[in-house]
């Protein structure tokens, strides 16, 4: 299949939402990664998302709606959890899950009970959910990589699977959204994102951070994404914990493994460049914050072939949750201090 890759303009939307509405999938851009859209009440598209992505059948996806109607429409019960959320952070980078109505093809949820549902603020995608209705959509990465934060990374991934990529520029936040499950009275993170616990509790008093957020799970978790490979790059990635020797920490483990002639990299910040010397950096922070530049700095590295990639470490808190979690997935939660 020839896949095309279009500027987002009116024409390329109409084209966009008539090849969803014929059963089709297309990647289209989010304020915080590219997402690979089908029709949500087409169980046979969504199943094309699955095959493109290689995805595993378990992992259920997010729904995409344009206006409150429809997300309260998808809920069995639309809590008030979910109200006060979606009223203080919609549209933006935040996924509520709830107890699904069962409208929604068992392929979106995975089987589960209940569903993902986020209103995205990025103007493409917000006419393309109007044109189109509700879109179930996960990032549009190859299962496994990092996601995709430029139209060129979904066609480094997606060409040749699907149709067509909108292209809206670089994703704003450059991490996915916060997950939060609201059916009961207190809301849990299932994924940090850009929307921090902080935030949450300043609008409902109360957050809680799901066990398997900072560690690795087996079994049962409480977001089936948690159980699968994430974010990883070819090479060997090392988070080393932020500490007041962090910088000593990559620098001799960088030279250990240049000793040993692995080609070595650090995907450092702005702050500590100069401290590396001439070590190979793809610095994470370029266009402002460390979430923003970390897919694109993994990608960076698998593109020039490093076999060693050291990964700074963050505070586990605030903005530095979402970042934590990711390099952690990245490095497949080895570390060092
Ligand atoms: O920012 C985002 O969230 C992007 C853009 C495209 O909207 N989407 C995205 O989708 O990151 P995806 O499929 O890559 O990640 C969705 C995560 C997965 O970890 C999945 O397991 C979890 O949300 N999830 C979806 N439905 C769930 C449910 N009913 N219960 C628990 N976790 C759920
Ligand atoms: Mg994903």
Known sequence: MKTECLQADSRTLARAAALLRAGEVVAFPTETVYGLGACAGQAEAVARIFAAKNRPADNPLIVHVAHMEQASGLAED?????????????????????????TIPSIVTAGLDSVAIRMPSHPTALELIRLAGPLAAPSANTSGRPSPVQAAHVMEDMRGK?????????????????????????????????ITPEQIRAVCGACE?????????????????????????????????????????????????????????????????QAYGVRRQIICDAQGDMNHGLFTALREADAQGYERILLEGRQRSGKGMAYMNRALRAAGFHTAQ
Request: with cysteine; aromatic share 4%; charged share 20%.
């Open 78 to 102: 639309w809590t008030r959890l979910a109200d006060k959320l979606a009223r203080a952070f919609w549209p933006g980078p935040l996924s509520l899950i709830v107890q699904a109505a069962d």
């Open 162 to 194: 699907i149709p067509l990529v909108i292209d809206g520029g670089a994703c704003e936040v450059g991490v996915e959204s916060t997950v939060v499950d609201v059916r009961k009275d207190v809301p849990i993170i299932l994924r940090p994102g850009d």
């Open 209 to 273: 951070v799901a066990r398997g957020v900072f560690e690795p799970v087996a079994g049962k978790a409480a977001s089936p994404g948690m159980l699968h490979r994430h974010y990883a790059p070819h090479g060997q990635a090392t988070l080393v914990e932020e500490s007041a020797r962090m910088v000593d920490t990559i620098c001799d483990l960088y030279d250990q493994a240049a000793q040993a002639g692995l080609r070595t990299v650090i995907l450092s910040s702005r702050q500590h460049a």
